[in-house]
């Protein structure tokens, strides 16, 4: 029972972690949301979908030369921080499998828009 416990402890902790970097991702690349009917775009707004995705594509690019470089530090031996390359390594992959899905969702609802009779 009592590994029961622990298991599902550290199970509610592994979702909680998940859930937090979820939510700083979500924070870091969501763009304001406009009200549909407003003619002016207040300072600072993005231009739209597409300069959202070129945003989240740069944010990914940004990581993943961010994880090569630390593990090219690590292989070099210009750094013992290992943890951290591994880190910024997986961080890298989960914001690209993010990316892919999102794409994915608009190819879809694009196919779905094209498949509507007008």
């Given at each position: 029972m009592e590994n029961e416990n622990s298991m599902a402890a550290s199970i509610n902790a592994s979702l909680a972690r998940m859930e937090a970097s979820a939510l700083s991702i979500n924070a870091e690349y969501a763009a304001p949301v406009l009200p549909a009917m407003e003619g002016l775009r207040p300072a600072g707004v993005a231009e739209g979908f597409m300069a959202s995705m070129q945003a989240a594509i740069r944010g990914v690019d940004s990581?993943?030369?961010?994880?090569?470089?630390?593990?090219a530090e690590v292989d070099s031996g210009r750094s013992d921080d290992l943890v951290g390359a591994m880190l910024a390594s997986q961080e890298a992959s989960l914001s690209f499998s993010m990316l892919m899905?999102?794409?994915n969702k608009v190819v879809g609802a694009m196919d779905e828009l094209i498949k509507l009779q007008v």
């Open positions: 990581r993943d030369r961010a994880a090569s470089d630390r593990i899905q999102v794409r």
